[in-house]
T-cell receptor
């Protein structure tokens, strides 16, 4: 099975909060990341969390990490049309950068007016 | 800084043809990566490099080759293109500082179709 799992679609109304969920399988993950991909573009790092943290807040973004359940979430407050994109959860298992990242399939965030 | 650049943006190949996807970065990063993204899927690591002259296989290396003769450039070579290699290819780089959060910077991607 997949190492990192996400639901494929999330639809929210403009102004509401969006919560995108992710589960991972490797308990030795050191960093967990959220990347954003807009149509026709590459991936852009949104935020990350180190595995010894359980929450990180950055303006409209809140990341929650439950290490026991291997569950990561990204909350976007006051969702706007510019937030429409695919959001990828990713994990790095080793301490260095050489192994690359393991990505989920991505969650399409759809904003309804 | 231009960041990570990739050429071409789009390419259509016939089965059996060869081509090289170019990737360059101007951030003096040690680490560089090639990923492929198939429709509805996450990114899969093809090859990576930790410095000039050093490359290693990722999760899906079959059908590809890489080289890293300079810090800046990391080309990806397809020798005998197959329809299964139809995908979007992303190059990325990172500084490689193991004990800090090592952000990967991505290029805009190359969309390749093999028919």
């Amino acid at each position: 099975g997949e190492d990192v799992e996400q639901s494929l679609f999330l639809s929210v109304r403009e102004g509401d909060s969006s919560v995108i969920n992710c589960t991972y399988t490797d308990s030795s993950s050191t960093y967990l990341y959220w990347y954003k991909q807009e149509p026709g573009a590459g991936l852009q790092l949104l935020t990350y969390i180190f595995s010894n943290m359980d929450m990180k807040q950055d303006q409209r973004l809140t990341v929650l990490l439950n290490k026991k359940d291997k569950h990561l979430s990204l909350r976007i407050a006051d969702t706007q049309t510019g937030d429409s994109a695919i959001y990828f959860c990713a994990e790095r298992i080793s301490g260095g950068g050489a192994d690359g990242l393991t990505f989920g399939k991505g969650t399409h965030l759809i904003i309804q007016p | 800084n231009a960041g990570v650049t990739q050429t071409p943006k789009f390419r259509i190949l016939k089965i059996g043809q060869s081509m090289t996807l170019q990737c360059a970065q101007d951030m003096n990063h040690n680490y560089m990566y090639w990923y492929r993204q198939d429709p509805g899927m996450g990114l899969k690591l093809i090859y990576y490099s930790v410095g000039a002259g050093i490359t290693d296989k990722g999760e899906v290396p079959n059908g590809y080759n890489v080289s890293r003769s300079t810090t800046e450039d990391f080309p990806l070579r397809l020798e005998l293109a197959a329809p299964s290699q139809t995908s979007v290819y992303f190059c990325a780089s990172s500084s490689g500082q193991s004990y800090l959060m090592d952000e990967q910077y991505f290029g805009p991607g190359t969309r390749l179709t093999v028919t």
